[in-house]
């Protein structure tokens, strides 16, 4: 089953393309095994200016003028989550993105991991979060807090600590292994269902169809995917009714993934998943002007010749490479752009800014606050301007 929704520029992307990219958040994590993401703020720790509907925001006219970093944060943290009376109808029998026919014929103990935490942010927003027994080190959201976490060394899966949990089935994707863990689990007798791992703005609802269809809920499918649909048209609407029209005004933008204790700069391009969130918040993505495909490592060169306004970035990212200055001394090219001159870069918790779930319409609401209305929910970064 699938709720098809329009994409925003361009067909989705290859599969291919996703699983590389987040390939190399899985083998760049750094860390203590089985630590647990940050959570993001509290409801103790309000983000600023988000008591500001987003209907009511004052775009600034020229968001390339902007001056100075931030970071974005949420204004609602909460996941969204359907109500329905719909039970699990099972066993279903479904075909998965590995062409696999798997049958799931209970739905009382789920494990929902992959690298972006995409999938069990779509459990709990299908309602069933009562039913996920354990977490990956990438669900972030607080929902999820309070369960074990069952990878190791960043994101590799512990067939172990999966067992261990006792789930009726396991919902994940190409982007975390190792692969024999997988048929472990197979052996032991537990349903693996693999999902897509193309992970865009314009594909949280195939996500959430093929979720709901492997759990027996489509209908609760339906309403996540409708209610989730609906916030992103309005969000989108909102920001292009909002931003220059004239993609050559708005904020030339790159996104870089950097981990410095693994001396890791990569540049994320086109068919990377940023370059859809980069259309989304409004921003000009400067990687297919200049041909950049995928992600690679970084270049002085690449740097030049896309001269970005704007830097997006992992707030654990730009915190592990010691704040801008930090950066900027990294990447020196950096700062005879735009960006580099003005310190305009916004980073956003690492759990949140790529996970492309149910909360995809907060998470480009939030960028697009901190891009084009500074201080209408987002803060200076002032943990991460060294």
Do not use: K
């Not at 980069?278 to 041909?291: C, H, K, L, M, R």
């Not at 084009?372 to 943990?383: L, M, R, T």
């Amino acid at each position: 089953m699938r709720f098809p929704r329009p994409p925003i520029r361009r067909a989705l992307a290859p599969l291919a393309a996703a699983v590389a990219v987040i390939a190399v958040l899985a083998g760049c994590s750094s860390g203590a095994s089985n630590a647990a993401p940050a959570l993001g703020p509290t409801a103790e720790q309000a983000c600023p200016g988000s008591e500001i509907p987003f209907a009511d925001v004052t775009f600034t006219e020229d968001p390339r003028a902007v001056e100075g970093p931030a970071t974005a944060c949420l204004a609602d943290a909460d996941l969204p989550i359907v109500e329905s009376d719909e039970t699990p109808a099972l066993p279903t029998t479904v075909t998965d993105a590995a062409g696999e026919q798997v049958t799931v014929a209970d739905a009382s103990r789920i494990l929902a991991l992959d690298i972006s935490g995409t999938l069990a942010a779509t459990v709990f927003g299908l309602g069933l979060g009562d039913r996920v027994v354990g977490r990956d080190g990438s669900t972030g959201f607080a929902e999820a807090s309070d369960l074990p976490v069952v990878t190791q060394d960043g994101h590799s899966l512990s067939a172990e600590a999966i067992l261990a949990l006792d789930p009726s089935v396991v919902l994940t994707d190409t982007t975390l292994g190792p692969r024999d863990a997988l048929e472990q689990l197979r052996d032991a007798g537990i349903p693996v269902v693999v999902t897509t791992s193309e992970r865009r703005v314009d594909n949280v609802d195939q996500v959430i169809a093929e979720v709901a269809e492997a759990l027996g809920v489509p209908e609760r499918g339906r309403l996540l995917a409708e209610r989730v649909g609906d916030d992103l048209d309005a969000v989108l609407a909102r920001i292009a009714a909002s931003v220059p029209a004239d993609p050559a005004d708005r904020p030339r933008a790159i996104f870089l993934y950097v981990r410095g204790s693994a001396n890791v700069y990569y540049l994320f391009g086109e068919e990377s998943g940023a370059d859809s969130l980069i259309e989304a918040i409004g921003a000009f993505d400067v990687a297919g002007e200049i041909g950049w495909e995928g992600m690679r490592p970084v270049t002085a060169e690449a740097i030049a010749a896309a001269h970005p306004d704007l830097v997006l970035l992992m707030t654990g990212g730009l915190e592990s490479v010691g704040g801008i200055d930090g950066l900027l001394e990294q990447v020196p090219a950096l700062a005879s752009t735009p960006a580099g001159e003005h310190r305009r870069f916004v980073d956003m918790a690492d759990t949140e800014i790529l996970g492309f779930g149910p909360r995809t319409p907060a998470v480009v609401e939030a960028l697009a606050r901190a891009i084009h209305a500074p201080g209408a929910g987002s803060s200076a970064a002032e943990a991460t301007d060294g």
